[in-house]
């Protein structure tokens, strides 16, 4: 695994980003952000883009910056947007350019997690936790689908979770 990416899938408030920090630091690699990426090279924060170009729009620019950072890099860790599972294009750019580790959570964990984030634009809704469900249900088949590892990002330390996840990713 020495030489392509890591990239690391999951609903939002599985711990994406957090993890994907740590283990790049652990593993001495770069560590990308998807949505930090999108917001960053079009000078716009993801809920404007909600707003203004709907769901749709920022999945086009989701996709075309996804692309674009994995022809720019070789050996980061990736951390992805939640709905990044959702074009078959990005599955077949996660399959055929790195490992896949899928962090799953249960979604009272997610619930727990996003309860007081107002900044997923998903998720601003009445009724987060039957929000949060569906979106599970439906995405759960094809983060498992791409994944190479599965790790429930729900159990310990951040710590003791990054150790295992790099000697796993080690050992691959």
Sequence with gaps: MEGTNIFLVGAMGSGKSSVGKALAETLHRNFLDVDAEIESRTGANIEWIFDMDGEQGFRDRESKIFSTLISENARAVIATGGGIILREENRRLLLNNGLVIYLCASSKQLFQRTRK???????????????????LEERDPLYRQVAD???????????NSVKKLAEKVSAM
């Design 117 to 135: 984030d107002r900044k997923r634009p998903l998720l601003q809704v009445a009724d987060r936790k039957s929000v949060i469900e569906k979106l």
């Design 149 to 159: 590892i599965v790790v429930n990002s729900g159990q310990g330390r951040l710590s």
